[in-house]
């Protein structure tokens, strides 16, 4: 049931009909999430977001308004279903860091980097990327352009709908070379 709820509110065109996303996420632009795995309390919580214009982003805003509580809980329930986001190839680079000493994005996610007072994402987002139900939402195997414009986003302010502006807070401090080593090394976990 939920599948066909997916299907007739149109989330399958950018979402995919198995959750990865479609072009852009694995594009260069990074528009689409990938839902494949994902907690459905956060899927449901993004869509009141766009709704309440909490999270901005019109034509969001102009699908989530169309979808009913209770299919929005379909949809939800359906995505949550899915096998989790498959991670994407590790690079070349990514594969000769594995072997060596952590890397400062595997650092910032495991341990984060109290100089700074960052906790690290695994508090939030879990071992591996796979969330926290109630917590943080599944971002291991995200695509990257689209963990990397997230991040920006955070950091720029022109996202906030996180708890407290927590995200606001955690991204604020991230350069952009951390960002990006950051997105990469969580879109292939």
């Given at each position: 049931?939920?599948?066909?709820?997916?299907?007739?509110?149109?989330?399958?065109?950018?979402?995919?009909?198995?959750?990865?996303?479609?072009?852009f996420?694995?594009?260069?632009?990074?528009?689409?999430?990938?839902?494949a795995?994902?907690?459905p309390?956060?899927?449901?919580?993004?869509?009141?977001?766009?709704?309440?214009?909490?999270?901005?982003?019109?034509?969001?805003?102009?699908?989530?308004?169309?979808?009913?509580?209770?299919?929005?809980?379909d949809?939800?329930?359906?995505?949550?279903?899915?096998?989790?986001?498959?991670?994407?190839?590790?690079?070349?680079q990514?594969?000769?860091?594995a072997t060596?000493?952590?890397?400062?994005?595997?650092?910032?996610?495991?341990?984060?980097?109290?100089?700074?007072?960052?906790?690290?994402?695994?508090?939030?987002?879990?071992?591996?990327?796979?969330?926290?139900?109630?917590?943080?939402?599944?971002?291991g195997?995200q695509?990257?352009?689209?963990?990397?414009?997230q991040?920006?986003?955070?950091?720029?302010?022109?996202?906030?709908?996180?708890?407290?502006g927590?995200?606001n807070q955690l991204a604020?401090?991230?350069?952009?070379?951390?960002?990006?080593?950051?997105?990469?090394?969580?879109?292939?976990?």
């Amino acid at each position: 049931m939920g599948r066909e709820k997916a299907d007739s509110e149109r989330c399958l065109e950018c979402h995919g009909g198995s959750g990865e996303g479609q072009g852009f996420s694995v594009g260069t632009d990074g528009k689409f999430a990938k839902l494949a795995g994902q907690h459905p309390e956060y899927i449901i919580k993004q869509i009141q977001d766009f709704r309440s214009g909490k999270r901005k982003h019109e034509f969001m805003k102009m699908m989530a308004t169309g979808i009913s509580d209770a299919d929005l809980a379909d949809i939800a329930a359906y995505f949550a279903t899915l096998p989790p986001m498959p991670a994407a190839a590790k690079s070349a680079q990514a594969h000769q860091q594995a072997t060596a000493p952590l890397s400062h994005a595997q650092q910032l996610y495991a341990r984060g980097d109290p100089a700074r007072k960052l906790p690290a994402c695994t508090s939030c987002h879990g071992e591996n990327g796979k969330g926290t139900a109630g917590v943080g939402p599944v971002i291991g195997g995200q695509g990257q352009r689209y963990l990397e414009q997230q991040l920006h986003d955070w950091r720029s302010g022109s996202r906030k709908n996180s708890a407290g502006g927590v995200m606001n807070q955690l991204a604020a401090p991230l350069s952009d070379a951390e960002i990006e080593a950051l997105a990469r090394y969580v879109s292939e976990m």
